[in-house]
């Protein structure tokens, strides 16, 4: 196991569309984690689960957003509708806990 | 709400000059510190972590230090090369029980570049 991994890289879609990310977390990692970037930002904290259990989410994860982690491996960020202020590059990281390692994120371009 | 500043926002020096890199917090009551770095375009590289009880970590041409009292952090590097240039991120963890350390709260990062 190389590290976190992303998948897709690039989307674009058009506003209204519904898209879905996907995370693989390094295996032992039992912490998984989605910020969100935009440009010449930091990363904002989006959600986190331990194992499969989703124990926070921020204020900005509207109604409109979803994250899943089934069997407490892969997770998932669906964003449904999207809008053009959802455009950013979406991160996820895992941890065992202690230190953050990120994937290489999943550009969203919103038309 | 924690607060993460960094600065300088961009800095351009030659190559094989020592720099330093600030980022400042406005709650000291944190857990850890982590730095990263991002390539354009691309996901965060972890540097180092200090925990909330350690004064400072090295790693390489790397060493970071935590004043937790004062709300400053450090990232010191030494003999800068062009490979070096990237956006460097400084990230506080709070204490939320036993997820403590969990959620990060970033700065908007220093954009270094060093010239050959």
């Known amino acids: 196991d190389t590290g976190v991994s992303q998948d897709p890289r690039h989307k674009i879609t058009k506003r209204g569309q519904n898209v879905t990310f996907r995370c693989d977390p390094i295996s032992e990692h039992n912490r998984l984690y989605w910020y969100r970037q935009t440009l010449g930002q930091g990363p904002e904290f989006l959600t986190y689960?331990?194992?499969?259990?989703?124990?926070?989410k921020s204020r900005l994860l509207s109604d409109r957003f979803s994250a899943e982690r089934p069997k407490g491996s892969f997770s998932t960020l669906e964003i449904q509708r999207t809008e053009q202020g959802d455009s950013a590059m979406y991160l996820c990281?895992?941890?065992?806990?202690?230190?953050?390692?990120f994937g290489e994120g999943s550009r969203l371009t919103v038309l | 709400k924690q607060e993460v500043t960094q600065i300088p926002a961009a800095l351009s020096v030659p190559e094989g000059e020592n720099l330093v890199l600030n980022c400042s917090f406005t709650?000291?009551?944190?857990?850890?510190l982590q730095w990263f770095r991002q390539d354009p375009g691309k996901g965060l590289t972890s540097l180092l972590l200090i925990q909330s009880s350690q004064r400072e970590q090295t790693s390489g041409r790397l060493n970071a230090s935590l004043d937790k009292s004062s709300g400053r952090s450090t990232l010191y590097i030494a003999a800068s090369q062009p490979g070096d240039s990237a956006t460097y991120l400084c990230a506080v963890g709070g204490f939320e029980g036993e997820t403590s350390g969990s959620r990060l709260t970033f700065g908007e990062g220093t954009q270094l570049t060093v010239n050959p």
């Open positions: 709650d000291s009551a944190i857990y850890n």
């Open positions: 689960f331990q194992n499969e259990a989703q124990l926070e």
């Open positions: 990281a895992s941890s065992f806990p202690g230190e953050l390692f």
